[in-house]
């Protein structure tokens, strides 16, 4: 995991200390050459890497928030996943929790409730932010976790 925070402190985008943005997700593609696709999908979205070309599909169709989880989820995978071969895909939600989901999971988490919210709000407060018991209880666990 020790690396995994080298990674995400180098993208000095101030991930777990604000809430991440659309137009984060998008400066941080830009900076990594990553071409973003949002179409109608039967999936949330997809990382895939195609001769050494990165790309994220997002389901166009999804509510504000969780395209904005499922935008961060699929940079996770990059970021932390990137494949060693030539074309790979990874596609969020149709394979078992294994580990590389609960990790993307975990930086899609705080990009969006970031640590400081955990410490300063109460659940309420952030329920009326939007995010779903399932989504803080989820949160809430990786804080407990990992401490971020």
Same mark, same amino acid.
């Given at each position: 995991?020790?690396?995994?925070?080298?990674?995400?402190?180098?993208? +000095?985008?101030? /991930?777990?200390?604000?809430?991440?943005?659309?137009?984060?997700?998008? @400066?941080?593609?830009?900076?990594?050459?990553?071409?973003?696709?949002?179409?109608?999908? +039967?999936?949330?979205?997809?990382?895939?890497?195609?001769?050494? @070309?990165?790309?994220?599909?997002?389901?166009?169709?999804? *509510?504000?928030?969780?395209?904005?989880?499922?935008?961060?989820?699929?940079?996770?995978?990059?970021?932390?996943?990137? *494949?060693?071969?030539?074309?790979?895909?990874?596609?969020?939600?149709?394979?078992?929790?294994? @580990?590389?989901?609960?990790?993307?999971?975990?930086?899609?988490?705080?990009?969006?409730?970031?640590?400081? /919210?955990?410490?300063?709000?109460?659940?309420?407060?952030?329920?009326?932010?939007?995010?779903?018991?399932?989504?803080?209880?989820?949160?809430?666990?990786?804080?407990?976790?990992?401490?971020?």
């Amino acid at each position: 995991m020790r690396s995994y925070f080298e990674k995400i402190s180098n993208l +000095r985008i101030g /991930w777990s200390k604000r809430s991440l943005s659309e137009d984060d997700f998008y @400066r941080l593609c830009r900076r990594h050459r990553i071409t973003v696709v949002e179409m109608p999908l +039967r999936t949330d979205g997809f990382y895939y890497c195609v001769k050494r @070309r990165h790309f994220i599909a997002v389901n166009s169709g999804l *509510p504000h928030l969780h395209k904005l989880l499922v935008m961060f989820h699929e940079f996770a995978h990059f970021l932390m996943h990137s *494949p060693d071969t030539n074309t790979t895909a990874s596609f969020h939600g149709l394979c078992k929790k294994n @580990r590389k989901e609960r990790e993307a999971d975990a930086f899609a988490l705080c990009a969006l409730i970031p640590t400081t /919210w955990i410490r300063s709000r109460t659940l309420d407060e952030l329920a009326d932010d939007g995010f779903s018991d399932e989504l803080l209880k989820e949160r809430a666990a990786v804080f407990e976790r990992h401490g971020i």
